[in-house]
């Protein structure tokens, strides 16, 4: 079967292309349909590759998945990393740099509202993908105390480690409210709100 031939790894810009093509099809699919009504062939069809090119690639949609939850993923840390090399610039207006974290994460939410939400999902049926988001978590959050221990100096709160806990849920609830639930009130409010409570932890 076509499943069980070796899976290739795309080295020419063609064939990197294609994958990409692959990626594209499903994520979209993924996000429309959700992933238990979406086939291969409906994927190597929106992608426009044959559906021996998908598995040349890919062993099943299980694999694609992961390798789409593998860039979100992704997507989160690059935003945790890029703003705590920036965190030195801010250190005398870190509200802004609070500002800038929440408001990056909200930002790649927003452009995957509807993967997360079928993620969610996923994580009660398929124990790879349940495994995969608490390693995301796990690495954010360490991402996020690494930040907070590298302005150690800026943190007046007397349990530095356990404020930075509470702080890491919080910014994650804040972004949580503002994409996923209805809002009575204006976003700027909730946004403005959080980032004072958040400074307020930590350096109040």
């Given amino acids: 079967m076509a499943e069980s031939k070796p899976v290739r790894k795309p080295q020419q810009k ?9 990626l594209s099809a499903a994520y979209t699919l993924f996000c429309e349909k959700g992933y238990f009504s ?11 590759v044959s559906i021996g090119s998908l598995y040349a690639y890919y062993k099943d949609k299980d694999t694609i998945l992961l390798d789409i939850l593998e860039r979100y993923n992704n997507s989160f840390l690059k935003v945790h990393d ?4 920036e965190i030195e610039i801010y250190k005398n ?3 802004k740099w609070i500002r800038l974290l929440i408001e990056n994460l909200i930002e790649v939410h927003q452009s995957s509202k ?10 009660f049926t398929m124990p790879a993908v349940a495994s995969v ?4 978590r796990e690495k954010t959050w360490q991402t996020t105390l690494d930040s907070f221990h590298s302005s150690s100096e ?3 709160a007397k349990d530095p480690e356990a404020a930075a806990i509470i702080a890491f849920n919080l910014i994650s609830s804040i972004v949580d409210q503002i994409v996923f639930y209805k809002n009575e009130i204006e976003v700027e409010r909730i946004l403005q709100t959080g980032i004072d409570a958040v400074y307020h932890l930590l350096m109040g």
């Fill in 14 to 22: 063609r064939s990197i292309e294609t994958k990409e093509k692959i």
């Fill in 38 to 48: 979406t086939t291969t062939n409906e994927i190597a069809k929106v992608a426009k």
């Fill in 82 to 85: 890029d703003l705590s090399a």
């Fill in 93 to 95: 207006d870190p509200k």
């Fill in 114 to 123: 509807a993967l997360n939400r079928e993620m969610e999902i996923l994580c």
């Fill in 133 to 136: 988001m608490v390693k995301q």
């Fill in 154 to 156: 800026y943190i007046t």
